[in-house]
């Protein structure tokens, strides 16, 4: 076998171990996306598959009008920093809007969003 095939087959075996560039993508939220909850939430949790960076990651949440009705208070938690909180005030019935922009310690920015429902 040639130095040259050698030398991919090598690099094609060890491919995984190198470190991925990992982003931040969110896990799981509560309330879930797309969900309906039978009560207003107190707050919601963000949990996400890196550790984010504290100043430059937040949540906003919108009511159908576009008006934030959370008390922008967003904040990473103190005993798990790949959890984002944020709390809110009591929710009407209605379809609310998550939004959220988070820098993970590799210094990726990611963002999203989702909807959940408060029921009728």
Do not use: C
């Amino acid at each position: 076998m040639k130095r040259l095939e050698r030398f991919a087959l090598l690099l094609l075996a060890v491919w995984p171990l190198a470190p991925a560039g990992a982003h931040a993508v969110l896990d799981t939220s509560v309330p879930a996306a797309r969900s309906t909850v039978r009560v207003s939430p107190q707050e919601i949790t963000l949990r996400f598959t890196e550790r984010l960076e504290p100043a430059f990651s937040s949540i906003r949440v919108l009511d159908a009008n576009g008006n934030e009705v959370d008390n922008r208070d967003s904040r990473i938690d103190a005993g798990d920093a790949t959890s984002l909180r944020v709390t809110l005030r009591a929710l009407a019935a209605g379809r609310y809007r998550v939004i959220w922009r988070v820098l993970s310690i590799d210094a990726h920015v990611t963002k999203g969003e989702f909807t959940f429902d408060v029921a009728r």
